[in-house]
Protein backbone atom coordinates (compact mmCIF):
# COMPACT_ATOMS: atom_id res chain seq x y z
CA UNK A 1 0.00 0.00 0.00
CA UNK A 2 1.31 3.58 -0.68
CA UNK A 3 2.40 6.06 2.13
CA UNK A 4 -0.38 8.17 3.29
CA UNK A 5 1.78 11.39 4.16
CA UNK A 6 -0.14 14.34 5.48
CA UNK A 7 1.02 17.83 6.09
CA UNK A 8 -0.90 20.93 7.38
CA UNK A 9 0.28 24.70 8.61
CA UNK A 10 -3.30 25.96 10.12
CA UNK A 11 -4.12 28.16 12.87
CA UNK A 12 -7.02 25.75 14.28
CA UNK A 13 -6.04 23.05 16.99
CA UNK A 14 -5.76 19.68 15.99
CA UNK A 15 -7.48 16.52 17.58
CA UNK A 16 -5.13 14.10 17.73
CA UNK A 17 -7.85 10.72 17.75
CA UNK A 18 -9.29 11.74 14.29
CA UNK A 19 -5.82 12.29 12.98
CA UNK A 20 -4.43 8.86 14.21
CA UNK A 21 -8.12 7.60 12.44
CA UNK A 22 -7.19 9.51 9.19
CA UNK A 23 -4.19 7.69 8.93
CA UNK A 24 -4.84 4.52 9.94
CA UNK A 25 -8.61 3.53 8.66
CA UNK A 26 -9.09 0.91 6.12
CA UNK A 27 -5.64 -0.54 6.54
CA UNK A 28 -4.52 -3.72 7.95
CA UNK A 29 -0.50 -3.35 7.26
CA UNK A 30 -0.05 -1.16 10.19
CA UNK A 31 1.15 -2.48 13.69
CA UNK A 32 2.80 0.91 15.29
CA UNK A 33 1.78 4.41 14.91
CA UNK A 34 3.20 7.04 17.20
CA UNK A 35 2.06 10.18 18.13
CA UNK A 36 4.33 13.12 19.18
CA UNK A 37 2.57 16.58 20.49
CA UNK A 38 4.38 19.57 21.01
CA UNK A 39 2.54 21.97 23.74
CA UNK A 40 2.74 25.68 24.73
CA UNK A 41 4.86 25.34 28.35
CA UNK A 42 3.62 27.86 30.46
CA UNK A 43 6.71 28.19 32.11
CA UNK A 44 9.78 28.97 31.53
CA UNK A 45 12.46 29.00 33.89
CA UNK A 46 11.32 31.05 36.45
CA UNK A 47 8.65 33.19 34.12
CA UNK A 48 5.14 32.21 33.38
CA UNK A 49 4.56 32.11 29.58
CA UNK A 50 1.50 32.97 28.80
CA UNK A 51 1.03 32.55 25.22
CA UNK A 52 3.68 31.71 22.00
CA UNK A 53 2.78 33.38 18.61
CA UNK A 54 4.16 31.95 15.49
CA UNK A 55 5.39 33.49 12.52
CA UNK A 56 6.02 31.39 9.68
CA UNK A 57 7.15 31.89 5.90
CA UNK A 58 4.48 29.83 4.44
CA UNK A 59 6.19 29.23 1.02
CA UNK A 60 9.34 27.65 2.98
CA UNK A 61 7.47 26.06 5.52
CA UNK A 62 5.26 23.59 3.82
CA UNK A 63 8.49 22.48 1.08
CA UNK A 64 10.39 21.95 3.83
CA UNK A 65 8.33 19.53 5.71
CA UNK A 66 7.43 17.78 3.04
CA UNK A 67 11.46 17.82 2.42
CA UNK A 68 11.75 16.55 5.64
CA UNK A 69 9.12 13.96 5.27
CA UNK A 70 10.36 12.52 2.00
CA UNK A 71 13.78 11.79 3.68
CA UNK A 72 12.06 9.78 6.71
CA UNK A 73 10.01 8.15 3.97
CA UNK A 74 13.59 6.86 2.37
CA UNK A 75 15.11 5.62 5.46
CA UNK A 76 12.34 3.96 7.24
CA UNK A 77 9.88 1.74 6.24
CA UNK A 78 6.65 3.97 6.94
CA UNK A 79 3.02 3.37 6.16
CA UNK A 80 2.32 6.68 6.72
CA UNK A 81 3.18 10.15 8.43
CA UNK A 82 1.25 13.13 8.91
CA UNK A 83 2.59 16.89 10.15
CA UNK A 84 0.16 19.49 11.35
CA UNK A 85 1.89 22.68 12.68
CA UNK A 86 -0.05 25.54 14.40
CA UNK A 87 0.57 28.90 13.74
CA UNK A 88 -0.90 32.32 15.60
CA UNK A 89 -1.37 33.11 18.73
CA UNK A 90 -1.16 29.78 21.26
CA UNK A 91 -1.70 29.90 24.68
CA UNK A 92 0.00 28.04 27.09
CA UNK A 93 -1.21 24.35 27.52
CA UNK A 94 -2.49 24.31 23.90
CA UNK A 95 -1.01 22.25 21.13
CA UNK A 96 1.56 23.60 18.61
CA UNK A 97 2.71 20.56 16.66
CA UNK A 98 1.90 17.49 15.87
CA UNK A 99 3.72 14.31 14.58
CA UNK A 100 2.43 11.03 13.59
CA UNK A 101 4.40 8.06 12.12
CA UNK A 102 3.18 4.67 11.33
CA UNK A 103 4.90 1.49 10.31
CA UNK A 104 4.89 -2.37 10.16
CA UNK A 105 6.91 -2.26 13.58
CA UNK A 106 7.59 0.39 16.73
CA UNK A 107 11.44 1.21 16.00
CA UNK A 108 10.70 2.58 12.26
CA UNK A 109 7.64 4.78 14.21
CA UNK A 110 9.58 5.70 16.80
CA UNK A 111 12.75 6.99 15.00
CA UNK A 112 11.40 8.58 12.48
CA UNK A 113 8.73 10.73 14.44
CA UNK A 114 12.20 11.66 16.34
CA UNK A 115 13.95 12.45 13.72
CA UNK A 116 11.13 14.52 12.17
CA UNK A 117 10.42 16.88 15.20
CA UNK A 118 14.46 17.20 15.65
CA UNK A 119 14.32 18.34 11.77
CA UNK A 120 11.42 20.47 12.87
CA UNK A 121 13.06 22.42 15.25
CA UNK A 122 16.32 23.55 13.70
CA UNK A 123 15.08 23.75 10.11
CA UNK A 124 11.29 24.59 9.19
CA UNK A 125 10.78 28.13 8.85
CA UNK A 126 8.57 29.35 11.84
CA UNK A 127 9.58 31.78 14.53
CA UNK A 128 7.82 31.53 18.04
CA UNK A 129 7.72 35.07 20.28
CA UNK A 130 6.73 34.12 23.68
CA UNK A 131 4.36 36.87 26.38
CA UNK A 132 5.39 35.87 29.40
CA UNK A 133 6.42 37.79 33.13
CA UNK A 134 9.50 38.93 31.72
CA UNK A 135 7.88 41.01 28.87
CA UNK A 136 7.41 39.84 24.90
CA UNK A 137 10.21 38.54 22.93
CA UNK A 138 11.48 36.56 20.35
CA UNK A 139 12.54 32.74 21.19
CA UNK A 140 16.02 33.06 20.59
CA UNK A 141 17.50 29.16 19.11
CA UNK A 142 19.12 27.21 20.86
CA UNK A 143 22.01 25.44 20.23
CA UNK A 144 20.91 22.09 21.72
CA UNK A 145 18.09 21.99 19.02
CA UNK A 146 20.73 22.06 15.90
CA UNK A 147 22.62 19.25 17.81
CA UNK A 148 19.99 17.44 18.19
CA UNK A 149 18.98 17.52 13.91
CA UNK A 150 22.78 17.22 13.38
CA UNK A 151 22.99 13.52 15.37
CA UNK A 152 21.26 12.34 12.64
CA UNK A 153 23.10 13.27 9.75
CA UNK A 154 24.80 10.19 8.20
CA UNK A 155 28.41 10.41 8.07
CA UNK B 1 12.67 41.17 -7.33
CA UNK B 2 10.58 40.59 -3.86
CA UNK B 3 12.55 40.89 -0.47
CA UNK B 4 11.10 39.40 2.42
CA UNK B 5 11.49 40.10 6.39
CA UNK B 6 10.19 37.49 9.17
CA UNK B 7 10.16 37.64 13.03
CA UNK B 8 12.42 39.89 14.70
CA UNK B 9 14.43 40.91 11.28
CA UNK B 10 10.57 42.32 10.14
CA UNK B 11 10.25 44.23 13.39
CA UNK B 12 14.01 45.66 12.69
CA UNK B 13 13.26 46.79 9.36
CA UNK B 14 9.41 47.75 10.13
CA UNK B 15 8.15 45.85 6.75
CA UNK B 16 7.07 43.03 5.59
CA UNK B 17 7.92 42.89 2.32
CA UNK B 18 9.12 44.90 -0.43
CA UNK B 19 10.03 45.27 -4.19
CA UNK B 20 13.87 46.20 -5.20
CA UNK B 21 15.43 47.17 -7.66
CA UNK B 22 19.02 47.24 -7.14
CA UNK B 23 21.95 48.01 -9.50
CA UNK B 24 23.99 45.79 -11.59
CA UNK B 25 26.66 46.22 -9.49
CA UNK B 26 24.62 44.57 -6.63
CA UNK B 27 25.66 40.94 -7.17
CA UNK B 28 25.50 38.80 -3.42
CA UNK B 29 23.72 38.90 -0.41
CA UNK B 30 26.35 40.68 0.84
CA UNK B 31 25.92 43.50 -1.71
CA UNK B 32 22.31 43.23 -1.08
CA UNK B 33 22.35 43.77 2.42
CA UNK B 34 24.80 46.89 2.15
CA UNK B 35 22.63 48.85 -0.85
CA UNK B 36 20.02 47.76 1.54
CA UNK B 37 21.90 49.35 4.54
CA UNK B 38 22.47 52.67 2.92
CA UNK B 39 18.77 53.43 2.23
CA UNK B 40 18.09 53.23 6.30
CA UNK B 41 19.74 52.50 9.24
CA UNK B 42 16.86 50.23 10.52
CA UNK B 43 18.27 47.25 7.88
CA UNK B 44 21.76 47.53 9.05
CA UNK B 45 20.41 46.59 12.81
CA UNK B 46 18.36 43.34 11.18
CA UNK B 47 20.93 41.62 9.10
CA UNK B 48 22.85 39.51 11.68
CA UNK B 49 22.65 36.11 10.70
CA UNK B 50 23.22 35.60 6.83
CA UNK B 51 25.62 33.86 3.98
CA UNK B 52 26.58 37.33 3.02
CA UNK B 53 28.89 35.92 -0.25
CA UNK B 54 25.70 33.50 -2.03
CA UNK B 55 24.89 34.65 -5.19
CA UNK B 56 21.91 36.74 -6.18
CA UNK B 57 21.87 36.43 -9.86
CA UNK B 58 18.25 35.18 -11.62
CA UNK B 59 16.81 35.42 -7.45
CA UNK B 60 12.83 36.32 -7.90
CA UNK B 61 12.68 36.55 -4.34
CA UNK B 62 15.22 36.92 -0.80
CA UNK B 63 13.67 36.31 2.65
CA UNK B 64 15.96 37.12 5.65
CA UNK B 65 15.11 35.44 8.85
CA UNK B 66 16.35 34.85 12.24
CA UNK B 67 17.42 31.46 13.54
CA UNK B 68 14.49 29.27 12.98
CA UNK B 69 12.44 28.29 16.80
CA UNK B 70 9.13 26.18 14.98
CA UNK B 71 7.88 22.90 16.55
Known amino acids: MTARVTIRIQQADFDIAKEIAALTQGRTDIGAVVSFSGICRGSEGSETVAALTLEHYPEMAEAEIARHAETAMSRWPLSGLTVVHR ?25 AAEFL ?30 AAAARWTKS | ?39 DESYAHAFAHVKPDAMIAGAREIAFFPPMTGG
Do not use: C
Request: glycine fraction near 6%.
Open chain 1, 87 to 111: VGRIAAGENIVLVLTASQHRQAAFQ
Open chain 1, 117 to 146: MDYLKANAPFWKREESTAGTGWVDARHHDD
Open chain 2, 1 to 39: MKVKYFAWVRERVGKTEEMVEPPASVRTVDDLMAWLARR
